[in-house]
């Protein structure tokens, strides 16, 4: 259960089953779909666990049965995996605001990140940033997407040196207060403000 673990803590989409363990009493505090059973935290339902850092619950969201499909102009959330120069994929759990499980796989060209020049992707989207995107083609196998536009971009990121979330410096600039690092991406307008977007930020 520790990969699991670490895995809710850094808030990536992973799927439990009822009765799974999600954490211990001393760690967390149980939030809606789960139950407490001599200290240990599991889930009530079949869904994506969710923990928040600000009051250091673990809460499951139930996984919905009428789970959209990504079509060209959709708005998805999703989070960075690989990172090549060139190119980024991007594992969407969020469709038009809905969530959904299992992720789908898209991948961004360098030349769809932004309307600016970027000459490597790492200066854009680094492993494990959550991003707001426009599905390009979502007939693909992996879907293409697209995030020239100003709301589009990193809505959520963390230093790569210390871990600590970062804060926005500047246009296409964050910093990490922990250890002064300073980040390039490719952040949405509203970068650091989208917890309306995603339960969980
Ligand atoms: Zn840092």
Redesign the pocket.
């Known amino acids: 259960m520790i990969s699991i673990k670490k895995q809710i803590i850094q808030n990536e989409p992973v799927l439990v089953f009822p009765g799974d363990e999600l954490g211990v009493i001393e760690e967390f505090q149980p939030g809606p779909y789960t139950y407490e059973e001599e200290g240990i935290i599991r889930s009530a339902v079949l869904g994506i666990p969710r923990f928040s850092n600000k009051d250091y619950t673990i809460e499951v969201l139930p996984r919905t049965s009428t789970a959209p499909v990504p079509r060209k102009g959709d708005i998805v959330i999703g989070q960075v995996g690989h990172t090549g120069s060139q190119i980024a994929t991007i594992n969407i759990f969020y469709i038009n605001g809905i969530e959904v499980f299992p992720t789908y796989t898209s991948i961004i060209h360098i030349s769809q990140v932004s309307k600016g020049y970027i000459s490597n992707m790492e200066d854009a989207y680094k492993s494990g940033d959550i991003v707001r995107a426009r599905v390009v083609n979502g007939k693909t196998i992996p879907i293409q997407i697209e995030t020239l536009d100003s709301n589009q971009g990193v809505i959520f990121s963390r230093?790569s040196?210390?871990?600590?979330v970062l804060v926005k410096l500047g246009k296409d600039k964050l910093k990490?207060n922990?250890?002064?690092?300073t980040e390039k991406r490719k952040t949405a307008i509203d970068y650091g403000r989208a917890g309306k977007d995603i339960k969980y930020f």
């Open positions: 230093c040196r210390c871990g600590d990490c922990s250890c002064q690092r």
